[in-house]
């Protein structure tokens, strides 16, 4: 699993606390939000690359310990670069 950040780790401990309420969304909330989901997953471009071996094999593993296809992580890791969530640990 994921290690959570802080504020994700803040919203697992009020959820599992029975703190959080329900919000009642507007229709038309619902599909701004449906259709913000929708133009984020929307996966319409095919894209072919080389890569070294080791870095494939180490992504593969990754992808396996998080339970998702290898390269439903490599789009996300692109993904989050691209729009700025990749941080460098140092």
């Known amino acids: 699993m994921t290690e959570l950040d802080p504020e994700e780790r803040e919203i697992l401990e009020a ?24 133009s984020v997953s929307r996966k ?3 894209v072919n690359i ?25 789009a996300s890791i692109l993904h989050k670069y691209v729009t700025g969530q990749l941080v460098s640990k140092t």
């Open 50 to 74: 080389r890569m070294a071996a080791p870095d494939l094999e180490q992504l593969q593993t990754k992808a396996l310990q998080e339970g998702l296809p290898y390269q439903s992580l490599i």
């Open 15 to 38: 959820y599992q606390a029975g703190r959080l309420e329900p919000v009642a969304l507007s229709y038309e909330e619902i599909q701004q939000y449906r259709a913000a989901a929708r």
């Open 44 to 46: 319409d471009k095919r």
